[in-house]
């Protein structure tokens, strides 16, 4: 018998408690890697593949406050911009439903493509939204989840403009990190909302990485000391700015995912200890034939660290591969959309993995060590 | 015939080392669910304890919060005359418009941002609500930049101490008190001047109006009115009915506490058919024994389901415990109706307790089912000869 066998014979003697103590390793690290990856979600949101050349102008007291329509003209004026539209929320619920699922964005339909250039649509339906003034153009998630076809009605009513409006829908896009929102012509709005001459934000498209902090400053500049001062600041950090309104939920997600790690150390390193508890007098016996400590140690701490690494490949394996198949942004309506299970992050858990195996063969070890090979041999179970 | 529960009790206390991570385990599970949604719990009594029951909020038909909503002058000029509105001694009507802006303000850690609600609120909308008092400072002038910050968001928000001065839209305002609002949604605001407000901040309109009505009846009637009027495309609802329907941040806290619940749960109830299993492996000759007594199968079942619920009950009681030094402890995220930072603290209640205690027995149970059925089923003969 190698020493590899026996040590797979040992951990599998009890096959019950072996499998129990898989089971809550996988479990646990499940857990684990659902929180980091939810965490990483909120707290650092997917990225578009055009968000580098964007910069978000909102309204410097805070972006619920709107900004007059006459500042277009000088945000086009200044060198480097390639395109600006208006982008306003128009917070609508759909039908009849109690909450908001979708974002929906009045803004100027000529400057989707150069603005928002991953978002991917047949020719003919960007000709079709462009030409009617009551189109707009929807998300492939949006559509799907209310089995919408082009051509049909939309009817929204909005929780900050006085109006309801319908719009038909004239394309469906796909090819965006997050394809949900639904987006409309501002004119339309203008005359809809009764807020002619005021936009809620303004998107704008810069020519170059390089000149990206001299518009934002220029942006910035432009408008100091005005009854409007704006702050411009790129998609990233506009969106990053969202995650700072979180508060304390992030330390309470942090301080919760420690509590499973350490209520995981617990679990394992007691049933470690049955285990090796159990055989106190088989160990003596090794003992008394002349094995060494440091050769028991490695027998416990192999089949404890053994025991940890299946369970971890369980665990983090069914988060990988759930996570990936499923749509999750189907399963929790849009509240996450890529919950990307990513390399980092499996690292991060098959490391607590790995320091579980090994915190865990501690304790007997330390009972093993102590015991003589005459109290060891007289132990009755 | 029943055995004795000391005899269970006395089981699990004579295996203190092996059933305490047990314990501990279902004490950590508990204690998380507890806190998770101790939050819920207070944010939604946050949003309950808010309002006047004698008070009538109108706001814009088919917006969500006072927020969000827009009332022009125009429409506040028809409200004050409506017969059911309460007047004072001196027969001016009990009426109030508010402006609501939101402004970004740096946290204390002057790095990240917040989303802060500021109310613009008149001398008559303060008597309106009696339940914020001034706890520290003065209450602004009126037509001066001053304001009076909760002193919740104090703890939070930079620049928030009394005398200090903070800038929003190019202009500079002075803190000059503290409000403290008895643990309802005023503890997340910033009161000022509402003229001063809408003059800063270039607001037309107002946000809000909120009204006393003479009794309930007239409140019916009142709210009867403003939704029959074609002219007016309002809403009004009593001031503690909106406050209370304010509660869709508390949702996604009840069901991530929900899910950590569930799938923490499932890890302490292998712990614990783990630590049962044992203990019915190491008494097997015990359980033999009292077979040959004439303790029936079924007795013997329930006594170690009885034995695997009372562990997980300590274990229940202890989380409950180690989550009850966090209880009135004050916290902050955003709120999803008004968008703007909510205070609110954990608030661990008795039903809330009870729930977690009756989630920590279940988890008992759960675990020790399988191990009390093999104990029950075990050959009397085999049993007594195990070693």
Redesign the interface.
């Known amino acids: 018998m190698t020493t590899l066998t026996f040590i797979t014979k040992n951990a599998l003697r009890n096959k019950r408690r072996a499998l129990l103590c898989i089971l809550s390793v996988a479990v646990s690290l499940f857990l684990l890697v659902t929180l980091l990856v939810a965490l990483r979600e909120v707290t650092v949101p997917p990225e578009d593949i055009g968000a580098a050349l964007r910069v978000v102008v909102r309204n410097k007291i805070s972006f619920t406050n709107p900004l007059p329509a006459r500042q277009r003209a000088v945000i086009e004026r200044i060198p480097g911009v390639a395109a600006v539209s208006p982008f306003s929320w128009f917070g609508g619920k759909y039908k009849n439903e109690e909450m908001m699922t979708f974002g929906q964005f009045a803004m100027d339909p000529k400057l989707i493509r150069p603005i928002f250039g991953e978002a991917k649509m047949p020719e003919e339906q960007y000709q079709a939204f462009e030409a009617d003034q009551t189109a707009c153009i929807i998300g492939k998630l949006t559509a799907e989840k209310y089995q919408l076809k082009i051509g049909d009605r939309l009817p929204l009513t909005s929780i900050i403009y006085p109006c309801s409006i319908e719009l038909k829908i004239a394309g469906i896009y796909e090819g965006t990190i997050d394809d949900r929102n639904a987006l409309f012509h501002h004119k339309y709005l203008d005359e809809a909302g009764g807020s002619d001459g005021w936009v809620g934000m303004w998107w704008v498209k810069v020519r170059s990485i390089e000149e990206m902090p001299r518009v934002t400053d220029s942006i910035n500049r432009a408008f100091a000391n005005s009854s409007a001062e704006v702050r411009a600041e790129t998609e990233r950090a506009f969106q990053l700015s969202f995650v700072s309104m979180w508060g304390n939920i992030k330390i309470l997600v942090h301080s919760i995912c420690s509590v499973v790690v350490f209520t995981l150390m617990l679990v394992t390193a007691s049933t470690m200890s049955m285990a090796i508890r159990e055989r106190f007098r088989e160990l003596a016996v090794l003992k008394a034939l002349g094995f060494r400590r440091r050769e028991l140690f490695a027998f416990i701490l192999a089949e404890s660290f053994g025991l940890a690494a299946v369970g971890a490949v369980l665990g983090i394996g069914a988060a990988w591969v759930f996570y990936t198949q499923i749509s999750i942004a189907k399963l929790t309506q849009g509240i996450f959309i890529t919950f990307e299970v990513t390399p980092k992050i499996i690292g991060q858990a098959a490391l607590v993995a790995a320091s579980l195996g090994i915190v865990a063969s501690i304790a007997p070890s330390i009972a093993v060590a102590r015991t003589s090979v005459v109290d060891g041999l007289r132990t009755l179970d | 015939m029943a055995l004795p529960i000391k005899y269970n009790i006395r089981n699990v206390i004579v295996r203190w080392r092996?059933t305490?991570?047990?314990i501990?385990?279902v004490a950590?599970?508990v204690?998380?669910y507890m806190?998770?949604q101790s939050?819920a719990v207070g944010l939604e009594q946050s949003s309950g304890n808010t309002g006047d029951p004698r008070n009538v909020m109108i706001v814009?038909?088919?917006?969500?919060?006072e927020?969000?909503s827009?009332i022009t002058r125009e429409q506040f000029r028809l409200l004050p005359y409506l017969p059911q509105i309460a007047r004072d001694s001196q027969g001016r009507p009990y009426v109030s418009a508010d402006v609501i802006?939101?402004?970004?303000l740096l946290?204390r850690d002057l790095k990240?941002?917040?989303?802060v609600l500021v109310r613009g609120i008149s001398p008559v909308g303060m008597k309106l609500r009696p339940q914020v008092r001034l706890v520290g400072g003065r209450w602004f002038d009126p037509g001066k930049r001053e304001v009076v910050v909760s002193r919740r968001l104090a703890a939070?928000i930079g620049h928030f101490e009394i005398g200090d001065t903070f800038k929003?839209?190019?202009k500079a305002l002075t803190v000059v008190g503290w409000l403290e609002g008895g643990q309802s949604a005023f503890d997340s605001e910033v009161w000022m001047d509402a003229d001063e407000a809408r003059s800063l901040?270039?607001r037309e309109n107002y946000s809000s109006v909120l009204v006393r009505a003479r009794d309930d009846a007239a409140a019916a009637g009142l709210i009867d009115r403003i939704e029959s009027d074609k002219r007016l495309?309002l809403q009004a609802l009593p001031e503690v009915k909106y406050y209370s329907a304010q509660t869709?941040t508390a949702m996604?806290i009840k069901i991530l506490g929900d899910f950590?619940a569930t799938?923490?749960s499932?890890?302490?109830v292998?712990?614990a058919?783990?630590?049962m299993?044992?203990s019915v492996g190491?008494r097997t000759r015990e359980i033999g024994t009292l077979r040959v007594l004439g303790y029936r199968r079924r007795t013997i079942l329930l006594s170690f389901l009885i034995e695997g619920a009372f562990l997980a009950l300590v274990g229940g009681v202890l989380g409950c415990l180690l989550s009850l030094p966090m209880h009135g402890y004050s916290?902050?995220?955003?709120s999803f109706e008004s968008?703007s930072?909510t205070v609110f603290q954990f608030r661990i209640t008795p039903w809330l307790a009870a729930k977690g205690l009756t989630f920590s027995v279940i988890v008992g149970v759960a675990g020790s089912l399988l191990p009390a059925v093999r104990a029950s089923r075990l050959p009397v003969i085999v049993a007594l000869k195990a070693?």
Do not use: C, D
């Not at chain 2, 814009?60 to 919060?65: E, I």
């Not at chain 2, 990240?112 to 989303?115: D, L, R």
């Open positions: 092996a305490l991570a047990t501990l385990g950590l599970v204690a998380v806190l998770v939050l814009r038909k088919g917006s969500t919060a927020s969000s827009q802006v939101l402004i970004n946290r990240a941002e917040a989303h939070r929003t839209g190019g901040f270039y495309p869709m996604p950590l799938a923490m499932i890890g302490a292998f712990a058919m783990n630590t299993y044992a190491s916290t902050g995220t955003i968008f930072e070693v």
